[in-house]
């Protein structure tokens, strides 16, 4: 016996003097006792070893149990005490921000919004939560997309069929010159997950059409029509009225642009109510036929995503029933009030 315990003195300083921890050298008697175990089971009860160790296996296996028991009441009250401190930091600790909210990169990246009183926390939490849809990555749709990435829109949909193509890059400033045959989409979605990392972004590499456009339009919250041409801006206008989405819509021509916001379901016009016929041939040329100033769509665009964030978060006055007219070349601009039309084919209840 009292050769054992002189060994395992010698293991435990030697355990400490090589650095090992508690848990260490306790794992080292521990062994040990399994040894003399062992030897009690292989040595007849005759052999002069068992009988330095005590001459009984049942003795050790006392020791073995006490020892047990006091580690694991040790153990015991280390849990508890342990579990009362950290019901003790919970009481007193601050309250944590529910599930959902902004981690601590978010409310550095959003602080301009948040101290602005007309957005602030809330503003920013609605921001987060909203789902916004945008027709045509071009001219319009690359700053609107750009800038509704920044602003933390949480999740935003752009669908567009094209390519980007050289002649697009003067303008388009979501694609670079190595995009060229890209699908507009992805392009646009490598931009803005490059700013943003912390939004859904979700391309639709297809054709708007009347037959896809209403049930796309359902899983989002605002529309925004970034689209040049009479024709997909009716189908936009029609679903955006079926499905009683407000519509952001732009338009740009040479060095003139416009904005407003559709919204029939709100009291204000949809755009059928402004104009009810689609213009005669040659009177609603393209960009591609009339050229335009790089930089007009940048400012229309701009402009086409404060209106969303201020739909989003209630800040000041939308334009609804109002529709503001940019002329770049003179720096001139002008608001013309827009009424609905109560015999509207499309959003009237004659």
């Known amino acids: ?122 503003g920013q939490k609605k921001l987060k939560n909203a789902r916004v849809l945008i027709v045509g990555a071009g001219g319009l ?46 392009s646009a979605e490598l931009r803005m997950k490059a700013l943003n990392p912390h939004i859904d972004v979700r391309p639709y590499h297809r054709k708007l059409t009347r037959e896809n456009a209403e049930a796309l339009f359902a899983e989002y919250d605002i529309i925004v029509d970034g689209t040049d041409g009479w024709e997909i801006r009716d189908v936009i206008n029609r679903a955006a009225v079926a499905a009683k989405k407000p519509l952001v819509s732009g338009a740009i021509s040479a060095w003139e642009g416009q904005v407003t916001i ?18 005669a041939p040659g009177m609603a040329a393209t960009c591609s036929e009339t050229g335009v100033i790089g930089a007009l769509p940048g400012t229309i665009g701009t402009m ?18 109002r529709m503001l007219i940019y002329d770049a070349l003179y720096a001139e601009t002008r608001i013309i009030t827009l009424k609905p039309n109560p015999n509207c084919d499309i959003c009237g209840v004659s």
């Open 1 to 122: 016996m009292v050769l054992v315990l002189a060994i395992a003195i010698g293991l435990w300083g030697l355990g400490a003097a090589l650095g090992a921890d508690l848990r260490a050298r306790a794992a080292m008697l521990g062994l040990l006792y399994l040894a003399i175990a062992v030897l009690f089971l292989v040595l007849p009860e005759d052999h002069p070893l068992i009988a330095s160790l005590g001459g009984s296996l049942g003795e050790w296996l006392l020791l073995g149990g006490v020892v047990a028991l006091v580690f694991g009441y040790r153990k015991l009250l280390g849990l508890i005490r342990n579990r009362a401190i950290d019901a003790e930091e919970a009481r007193t600790a601050p309250p944590k921000p529910p599930l959902g909210t902004f981690s601590g990169e978010e409310l550095e990246r959003y602080a301009r919004h948040i101290t602005l009183r007309d957005i602030g926390g809330p």
């Open 141 to 186: 749709g690359s700053p609107a997309l750009f800038y509704l990435a920044a602003a933390g829109v949480g999740t935003i949909g752009v669908i567009d069929h094209d390519t980007v193509d050289l002649s697009n890059l003067q303008r388009q400033i979501i694609h670079t010159d190595a995009d060229q045959g890209m699908p507009k989409v992805f």
């Open 304 to 321: 086409m995503a404060a209106e969303v964030i201020k739909e989003i978060t209630g800040a000041g006055a939308p334009l609804k029933g």
């Open 262 to 279: 559709y919204d029939p379901a709100n009291e204000a016009p949809c755009m059928a109510c402004v104009f009810p016929v689609a213009p």
